[in-house]
């Protein structure tokens, strides 16, 4: 068992009713309150983590430079917080600062422009 996994003794109130059903769910399943609610836990972090809109918090946060990249792992997994990083990493860096390419013509050769006034749609008819 690692250090992270130890466990941790936590107080907390709750409602009386959820607690009665909380035992009432326990007792059905032969097993400890205790065991539920980890495990409640346990799926509602991982749902959590996995949800796009919290994703895009955490993102916000670490690129405004108010989570740190430990934080970021534990909320959204190693993968994820990885790729943040070398998003943010790409965000913070300097554009590379090169010329053109003087031997290349890049307008050279056909090129096709589009009438942007005309607006009647044409895509159905035949």
């Given at each position: 068992m690692s250090a992270s996994d130890e466990p941790r003794r936590v107080h907390f109130q709750s409602p009386e009713y959820l607690v009665e059903r909380l035992d009432a769910v326990a007792s059905l399943f032969d097993k400890d309150r205790t065991d539920l609610l980890v495990e409640a836990i346990r799926e509602y972090l991982e749902d959590t983590a996995e949800s796009e809109t919290f994703q895009d918090l955490v993102a916000e946060?670490?690129?405004?430079?108010?989570l740190e990249f430990e934080t970021v792992k534990q909320l959204v997994g190693a993968e994820t917080a990885q790729r943040l990083r070398l998003l943010k990493a790409d965000l913070e860096s300097e554009p590379f600062d090169?010329?053109?390419?003087?031997?290349?013509?890049?307008?050279a050769g056909e090129t096709t422009t589009v009438d942007s006034t005309n607006t009647s749609d044409t895509a159905g008819e035949k």
């Open positions: 946060r670490y690129y405004n430079d108010q090169l010329a053109p390419p003087d031997d290349v013509d890049i307008y």
